[in-house]
């Protein structure tokens, strides 16, 4: 299932999580132009100061709006988005969505009330994910599984390296065998942790695991179908990406760019 929507959609990461939102979303709505942006020289979110994500983040849009024409941006990190989604729409006049966690949406398939979250640091601390889980608790046990060596082990294996997942294994070894002791529905809370879910299937057989970037997508399908008006006579380009800074690391990076679909890595300065 697509439709044909031709938007100028930016797609915003610290890093290459983004492009398995990307990879998602770009088969339902082909149509439309993609940018690709990454904070490479920020990366990762998971561990930084909020001041420091949503002043990056605010300049990094700045910039790449006045390269192109943007529809839509979507913030393809919970961790950014939970920090600093609120300031971003008051300061910048553009259609802003974000990817959270999908706790509410995790509490309608549970079946013995036990949820689990992994996420990066920042998402499992922060206020947001407290407020949600104290309003919950009067029915809900939901554990909190931070996890930053998982946003690396990704980002490695996006970029073309082979890694053992070994490390995620661990994390869920002792969740195995369901019992009701323990979490029968995961929720990804990390855009990187999509590259684990065929994993977590694997080693989590009679678990439900909740897809933060896929509900995320349904909300966005349904908000540009009310709140965009868009031209069906935009023209397309091709999909584009950038980073802040282009590295030796970063230049080795246009073989996996390629393989996603984009043609080129540009720069921007901020």
């Not at 509490?107 to 919950?136: E, P, Q, R």
């Not at 009067?138 to 996006?158: D, F, G, H, N, R």
């Amino acid at each position: 299932m697509y439709v044909k929507y031709k938007l100028n959609i930016m797609i915003f990461d610290s890093g290459l999580g983004g492009l398995l939102f990307y990879n998602q979303i770009k088969r339902i709505i082909p149509y439309s132009n993609y940018f690709y942006v990454f904070d490479n020289t920020g990366f990762p979110y998971g561990n930084k100061d909020k001041n420091y994500i949503s002043n990056r983040i605010i300049k990094i849009i700045n910039s790449i709006c006045k390269l192109n024409k943007i529809d839509l941006i979507i913030i393809a990190c919970n961790t950014a988005s939970i920090l600093t989604l609120s300031e971003l729409r008051k300061l910048l006049d553009y259609p802003i969505i974000g990817v959270l966690p999908a706790i509410r949406i995790a509490t309608k398939f549970t079946k013995n009330n036990h949820i689990c979250l992994l996420a990066t640091n920042n998402t499992i601390y922060s206020a947001y994910i407290s407020n949600i889980v104290d309003k919950l608790s009067y029915k809900y046990t939901i554990t909190l599984i931070p996890s930053m060596q998982l946003v690396y082990l990704a980002e490695k294996i996006l970029q073309g390296y082979y890694l053992s997942i070994s490390p995620l294994y661990k994390i869920f070894a002792m969740w195995k065998d369901s019992n009701k002791n323990t979490p029968d529905t995961i929720i990804l809370g990390c855009t990187h942790f999509s590259l684990f879910t065929s994993n977590l299937l694997h080693i989590l057989k009679k678990k439900i695991i909740i897809d933060s970037n896929i509900i995320t997508i349904n909300f966005i399908l349904n908000f540009i179908k009310n709140n965009i008006h868009y031209n069906q006579n935009n023209r397309f380009i091709y999909d584009k990406a950038y980073c802040v800074s282009l590295t030796k690391k970063t230049k080795n990076l246009s073989i996996v760019l390629k393989y996603y679909g984009f043609e080129s890595l540009n720069v921007i300065s901020i």
